[in-house]
C-alpha cells in the first residue's frame, strides 16, 4: 500500500489538489497499480520461439512512404498562439 506521504509528494509533484475523499480514493486506486506491477514483476518470461510464432513478420508491414503536406496555415491557425509556424505552449516544468 502507498503511504500518504508518498501520495502526498506524488500530488505536489503533479499539482494536484485532492480532497479528503478524492485522496482516498486515489490512495487505493495507487495502492492496486502498485500491487498489479509487483504482480508483473515477479513473473517469469522467457523468449519461446515455438510461442512467437503469432508475431507480426516485417515483411507483411507497409513501407513508409513521405508525402509532402500543402496546408500547414490550415494546422497552425488552429493553436491559440504560434511563432513562425510553431505552436507556442507554456512551460509546464519548473
Do not use: W
Not at 492496486?32 to 508475431?55: C, H, K, Q, R, V
Amino acid at each position: 500500500m502507498i503511504s500518504r506521504e508518498n501520495l502526498e509528494l506524488l500530488c505536489e509533484l503533479s499539482k494536484l489538489h485532492l480532497s479528503e475523499e478524492e485522496f482516498a480514493e486515489y490512495s487505493k486506486e495507487m495502492s492496486d497499480i502498485i500491487s498489479l506491477m509487483d504482480t508483473i514483476g515477479e513473473s517469469n518470461f522467457e523468449y519461446n520461439p515455438i510461442d512467437m510464432t503469432n508475431a507480426v513478420p516485417f515483411s507483411s508491414l507497409r513501407a513508409d512512404e513521405i508525402e509532402t503536406f500543402e496546408n500547414m496555415e490550415g494546422i497552425v491557425n488552429n493553436g491559440p498562439q504560434t511563432v513562425e509556424n510553431q505552436f507556442v505552449v507554456p512551460k509546464i516544468v519548473d
